[in-house]
């Protein structure tokens, strides 16, 4: 067993703190990784605190992992030691089913393995990336281009994908109009990507200070969605919203702003149930879906792709012993737009 060094939620809600664990030995098949950079994702604190109800502890979190390959198993091919190497939000699954042979592991039907809280088939429990190594699969294991920054790849294997992946399964690009709702880590992501399609993205937003980062970021457009004219006037604009927030809010009042055949994609993860009028929908022929984060090959499609059009994340790089502040400053939006652990701070 390989000895390793993290930071992990002892049980749910506690802070953060230092945890020795141990890791897999390198099988055949495996890539041992040292992590240089993992980002914080708001469904870290989430599943930290047990707020879905489904959390394993002791716990450390992290899915948006970048680093180096310090080892490869006898029968890995697609990567060497030194390669820059990522991993994102599952590590494993049952590789049978169709959504797995269609490039949808997310979606496996015989159970998605997470990079953390999960179990594997021994019953051993995952741990994530807010450490200093990780032994993965190969076939779950991603290229990351030289040209991104460690530091600025790391949300896209979270922020980036999930985002990305929706745009692209619904075929959003030029001539189209697109709303993303909320401007934190998952939407200044949606609109660096969408505005690289092509596409006329507008902002809504509750924040009038966002208004300058939104046309920073590459926006069209930006609306305040606390004033009544701006509901209004936006009646039936849009072919699509990107609806990326994670706090309880209305899904009728953006429904409302799609045009005949419109579809709304969430992707935030609002800790309560929200009601749908159905009239929100009948009217005009509107779609409500969803959308959870992409496979590997999509993955690395949206990594190339990123890589390509020098996209990456806006990020504040953080040592791992402010960890719990950065926590509390991402429930207050105290973020512009995702915080990234540098892990040599842990060694």
């Not at 596409?199 to 004033?227: I, M, P, Q, Y």
Request: aromatic share 8%.
């Amino acid at each position: 067993m390989l000895a390793t060094k993290g930071y992990a939620a002892l049980t749910a809600k506690a802070a953060l703190q230092p945890y020795a664990f141990e890791r897999r030995e390198v099988g055949n098949h495996d890539v041992l990784i040292q992590i240089t950079h993992c980002g914080i994702c708001h469904s870290d604190i989430h599943q930290a605190r047990n707020e879905w109800g489904i959390s394993l502890f002791p716990m450390v979190p992290g899915h948006e992992i970048i680093g180096t390959v310090a080892q490869v198993g006898a029968a890995v091919t697609a990567f060497k030691v030194g390669d820059r190497a990522g991993v994102g939000c599952f590590v494993d699954s049952c590789r049978t089913c169709g959504p797995c042979r269609e490039g949808l592991e997310q979606y496996c039907d015989g159970g998605t393995l997470w990079t953390y809280s999960g179990q594997d088939k021994t019953g051993r429990v995952t741990q994530g990336g807010y450490s200093t190594q990780i032994v993965v699969d190969e076939n779950y294991v991603l290229r990351i281009p030289s040209t991104l920054s460690p530091a600025g790849a790391a949300p896209l294997l979270c922020a980036g994908i999930t985002t990305y992946s929706p745009l692209r399964q619904w075929g959003v690009g030029k001539y189209h109009k697109l709303a993303v709702v909320g401007l934190g880590g998952l939407g200044h992501m949606a609109v660096k990507i969408a505005t690289a399609m092509g596409t006329e993205v507008t902002v809504l937003s509750t924040s009038e200070h966002k208004r300058e980062d939104a046309k920073r970021l590459g926006a069209a457009n930006f609306a305040v969605t606390s004033a009544p004219q701006t509901l209004s006037k936006l009646q039936g604009y849009f072919h699509f919203i990107l609806d990326t927030v994670s706090a309880p809010h209305d899904y009728n009042t953006y429904l409302n702003l799609l045009r005949t055949d419109g579809t709304m994609i969430l992707v935030g993860a609002p800790e309560k149930p929200a009601p749908v009028e159905a009239f929100s929908l009948i009217i005009k022929r509107r779609r409500l879906a969803g959308s959870l984060i992409g496979g590997i090959k999509e993955t690395q499609h949206m990594l190339d792709f990123c890589a390509t059009h020098k996209i990456e994340s806006d990020v504040e790089v953080i040592p791992i012993q402010q960890v719990n502040e950065a926590y509390e400053r991402v429930l207050k939006s105290d973020v512009r737009y995702r915080f990234v652990i540098d892990m040599a701070s842990l060694k």
